[in-house]
């Protein structure tokens, strides 16, 4: 059973910067894309990034290029989302996941959600 655990979060002021990390158990994340979504009170969940196996892959949500970074450690079994110049309108939930399809560009997500952690943005 995947087991996903989100951290990092917490409280910043615009134009600050955040490091999520997502350590997996369950599973060996080597062998998957792995992604970021997050979701605002009262709106859906939202792709954030993902990453294919490798790490020579990555892609990113239109909002998101240029200041959000995903990486990954395989041997750590660790997925990380760098985030910087951050803004009141990034606050919300962010979440890890292991995809149930991945084409490069095609993220479909699975069932498979850790707690996730909260970000929350001042102005």
């Known amino acids: 059973q995947v087991h996903l655990v989100e951290s990092g979060g917490g409280v910043v002021q615009a134009g600050g910067s955040l490091r999520l990390s997502c350590e997996a158990s369950?599973?060996?994340?080597?062998?998957?894309?792995m992604g970021w979504f997050r979701q605002a009170p009262g709106e859906e969940r939202e792709f954030v990034a993902s990453?294919?196996?490798?790490?020579?892959?990555?892609y990113y949500a239109d909002s998101q290029k240029g200041r959000f970074t995903i990486s990954r450690d395989n041997a750590k079994n660790t997925v990380y989302l760098q985030m910087n110049s951050l803004k009141p309108e990034d606050t919300a939930v962010y979440y890890c996941?292991?995809?149930?399809?991945?084409?490069?560009?095609?993220?479909?997500?699975?069932?498979?959600w850790g707690q996730g952690t909260q970000v929350t943005v001042s102005s």
């Open positions: 996941n292991v995809p149930r399809a991945y084409y490069g560009t095609y993220y479909r997500p699975s069932h498979d």
């Open positions: 369950g599973i060996t994340i080597s062998s998957t894309a």
């Open positions: 990453i294919s196996p490798s790490a020579d892959t990555t």
